[in-house]
């Protein structure tokens, strides 16, 4: 089950997952250290496991455990409306429904809080990088500054993202304000946007500018957050090979933090839909496919080339042009002592495409993030004129300081105008 609706004792991990020698702080050990991937954990507060409508009271349905293995809360199999205000073990639950015939907890009891910050603080003791938050809208923006407080408190910086499946950017914005918790959120109006546009081939890059929000504050800090085309909840991305390959090239260049749903690396199953075969296993025979697959051999490289770029995963990004099948911008680090200059040219069309840039053209010498060519910019020639493959990417990287005074004015408002007006911080996208 996704995001604890089988949730009977949250210290727990589900009998069903732990084996011989691998339980959860020894997968995310081995993860670490074998494999340099951190664990992601996907987590909820606002439910627990089914409640009620059954034929007869089942064992571990609609109970709450603590660490200890004791029971503190019971749905007992009773409607929402009909349990007890005075039953204590009916003290965790609303009495009303909200999802499902999941137990609707309630945000309100001081020990709902307390029980969550200490389950899910082991959790990260136990080797969780960062929390995947579920249906966050279901509860209300004060528990989640409360929640979040108390995991930083213990955990500075702790990075948290949330799922509200939402297509009004002005209310998933919420979320990410501090004054609910600084959470960030799954980009779901940047999902409609970027699964529409590499869908249809005719679509055009400019369709994707307005939901980035670079400039009018709306969230927190945009490029906190998680960008992607499709996921368990929806139908798969129903796009070719191209498609597929010129999202994730969008994806992993733009701002924000690429997702990648299972099995879209390689283009299983597209287009079906949510519990229409969207969650399916891969099977012996795709997982063989998945691995010589050309959109997994295309995602592979673009991956490295951002997991080396600075300013590729935290940079603002400065658009040239988004238009018809090109994109072209820059994305900018400048922070630590660290800087570094990434021009992203990016060709969804069926044919080559040769880009002329002479604008906001630091000198130097830049460099091919994929190739290694490298090509020199000077005041005598502040041009760079590049072929793109059909379907393909070039980035080009700048080790060293902007020199163009252009790019400096535009990085000042790009840093004045990214996060909301009172929240504005100095550096790089922070």
Not at 292 to 321: C, F, K, T
Request: one cysteine or more; aromatic letters at 10%; proline letters at 5%.
């Amino acid at each position: 089950g996704y995001h604890g609706y089988w949730g009977v004792n949250f210290f727990e991990t589900d009998e069903h997952l732990v084996s011989d020698g691998l339980d959860f702080p020894q997968l995310t050990e081995q993860l670490r250290s074998q494999h340099g991937l951190k664990t992601v954990l996907d987590i909820v507060c606002n439910h627990g496991s089914p409640s009620y409508t059954m034929p007869q009271d089942q064992p571990g349905y609609g109970e709450i455990y603590n660490a200890a293995g004791e029971l503190v809360a019971d749905h007992q199999n009773l409607a929402p409306e009909d349990l007890d205000e005075n039953n204590s073990l009916h003290a965790w639950f609303h009495r009303e429904p909200d999802l499902a015939q999941l137990s609707n907890i309630d945000e309100n009891n001081p020990d709902v809080l307390d029980y969550f910050v200490e389950a899910y603080s082991q959790r990260i003791g136990q080797g969780a990088a960062a929390f995947r938050i579920d249906t966050i809208k279901h509860m209300p923006h004060d528990y989640w500054k409360r929640f979040s407080d108390r995991i930083r408190e213990r955990h500075p910086g702790f990075f948290m993202f949330s799922e509200s499946f939402e297509f009004n950017a002005a209310r998933v914005a919420e979320h990410t304000w501090p004054q609910n918790g600084g959470i960030s959120v799954l980009d779901f109006p940047g999902q409609k946007l970027i699964s529409e546009v590499f869908t249809d081939a005719d679509s055009s890059f400019a369709r994707l500018a307005g939901y980035l929000h670079l400039t009018d504050g709306i969230y927190h800090n945009p490029y906190e957050l998680m960008t992607f085309y499709d996921n368990h909840d929806m139908p798969r991305m129903d796009a070719d090979e191209n498609g597929f390959i010129d999202a994730h090239n969008w994806l992993f260049t733009s701002r924000g933090i690429p997702v990648i749903y299972y099995g879209s690396e390689s283009m299983f199953r597209p287009g079906a839909a949510e519990h229409g075969g969207n969650r399916d296993y891969f099977g012996v025979d795709s997982i063989a496919h998945a691995r010589s697959h050309p959109v997994r051999a295309a995602l592979e490289q673009i991956a490295d080339v951002r997991r080396q770029s600075p300013a590729l995963q935290r940079g603002l990004q400065a658009n040239l042009e988004l238009r018809d099948d090109r994109a072209v911008f820059f994305r900018i680090y400048q922070n630590d002592g660290v800087t570094q200059t990434a021009l992203v040219l990016l060709n969804k069309g069926d044919s080559a495409e040769k880009i002329r840039v002479n604008k906001w053209l630091s000198t130097g010498t830049w460099r091919d993030a994929m190739s290694g060519e490298e090509l020199v910019v000077s005041l005598e020639q502040p041009v760079i004129e590049l072929a793109v493959p059909a379907h393909g990417v070039r980035v080009l990287l700048l080790d060293g300081p902007n020199t163009d005074e252009l790019l400096a004015a535009e990085l000042a408002t790009l840093q004045a105008k990214a996060v909301r007006p009172s929240m504005a911080t100095t550096g790089a996208a922070q």
